[in-house]
């Protein structure tokens, strides 16, 4: 069976490299992932500690520089689930897209109210990606 899923994208006029960079570093994301993410901390030499406004959760980045990938795994006390998200080229600037999947206890309503708290998100990233 196939899962439900949404997938968000945005054009962010900066060099893919550096847009690659800044997500590819869990610290930068307190700065941009503004409704889910409140701090992150090192945990090990995978795993970030992070405070959500869910409580405490892990997160681990799973970037390849070379084809834009920043597949990355959250686990919280009640879920957990891999992000698949990409960043690609496009003309002077780059795409960033990421894909969520609904996970199991989550109702497609709830689900869908989450995932739209991520265009908040991704606003601010293209904001803090094309002013600097």
Not at 42 to 67: C, H, S, V
Not at 95 to 106: K, L, N, R, V, Y
Request: aromatic residues 12%.
């Amino acid at each position: 069976m196939i899962g439900y899923s949404i997938t968000k994208s945005i054009a962010i006029e900066a060099p893919r490299d550096r847009v690659f960079v800044f997500l590819a570093d869990a610290a930068n994301w307190p700065q941009w992932a503004i409704v889910n993410v409140a701090s992150v901390k090192p945990a090990d030499d995978q795993w970030w500690d992070m405070e959500t406004p869910g409580g405490t959760a892990k997160l681990r980045i799973r970037a390849n520089a070379e084809f834009g990938i920043l597949d990355h795994d959250f686990v919280a006390p009640d879920a957990s689930w891999t992000v698949p998200a990409r960043v690609v080229p496009n003309g002077s600037g780059c795409e960033f897209m990421i894909t969520f999947f609904q996970p199991p206890g989550f109702t497609r309503q709830f689900f869908e109210e989450q995932v739209a708290l991520v265009d908040k998100e991704l606003a601010q990233l293209k904001s803090i990606m094309e002013s600097t």
